[in-house]
């Protein structure tokens, strides 16, 4: 059996160097679906396509080939060949791909990609619907959360190492608008599922949530 494990969780919450962290202890691959839809929304910035048109950007997903490479840093994201991966990380890709994702087209293809690449190769997925749509037999289901103070407070902090002056209050007020979009989206909103194991992460530190999760994992392949 493929060793999937499925990971979901707001923004912020860290999945994705827990995740990394993780998929590295158990020497899997970790698949971050936020990128894909990251690439797809710069691709949508870059040609201008309007994000609130719901056909344009649909047909935008259907037209361009997003995929996934591996290197020693992990996860490269490509679209049509080019290498993207140091270009999603800007708050407007952020909201651009908080967008796109809210239409059921995108979703689609999004989703029958990420099923494909993890039908063949054991992965740690994360991602906002994947214990829900993309992983929904998968053997350990995972939500990962913290408060949004806190979260809020990571992101700033993050943002502060690298330069970046921006408000703490503006990080939080930007992460409340894309929770906002992701949990109240018509199309598989984030939350979640009844069989998924919730994990706050509030006040919790990063190794401390990476034992916990490995925890987790063993509890579920030795049931
Ligand atoms: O995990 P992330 O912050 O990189 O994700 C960026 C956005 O992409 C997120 O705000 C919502 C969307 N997304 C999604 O709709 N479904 C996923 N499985 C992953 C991300």
């Known amino acids: 059996m493929i060793l999937n494990i499925a990971m979901d969780g707001p923004v912020g919450a860290g999945k994705s160097s827990i995740a990394d962290a993780v998929a590295a202890k158990l020497g899997i691959l970790h698949l971050d679906t936020g990128a894909m839809y990251r690439a797809l929304g710069l691709t949508a910035i870059r040609r201008g396509v309007d994000l609130a048109d719901e056909q344009a950007v649909t047909q935008l997903a259907r037209t361009i080939k997003v995929s996934v490479a591996y290197d020693v840093d992990g996860q490269r994201t490509l679209v049509d060949g080019e290498d993207v991966t140091g270009l999603i990380r800007t708050p407007e890709v952020s909201m651009a791909a908080s967008a796109v994702g809210r239409y059921l087209g995108v979703r689609k293809e999004m989703v029958a990609l990420q099923q494909r690449l993890a039908a063949t190769t054991p992965m740690l997925v994360d991602g906002r619907d994947i214990c829900l749509r993309v992983l929904p037999d998968a053997p350990v289901k995972i939500y990962l959360t913290a408060s949004a103070e806190e979260r809020a407070r990571r992101r700033w902090l993050e943002m502060q190492q690298k ?34 194991v919730i994990v706050d992460s509030t006040g919790i530190g990063f190794d401390e949530v990476v034992e916990q999760i490995l925890g987790i994992v063993k509890e579920k392949y030795h049931e």
Do not use: F, H, I
Request: proline share 9%.
């Open 163 to 196: 330069g970046d002056t921006t408000p703490y209050e503006t990080v939080l007020v930007d992460l409340r608008a894309r929770d906002e979009q992701d949990m109240n989206r018509e199309v598989d909103p984030l939350r979640p599922t009844e069989d998924a």
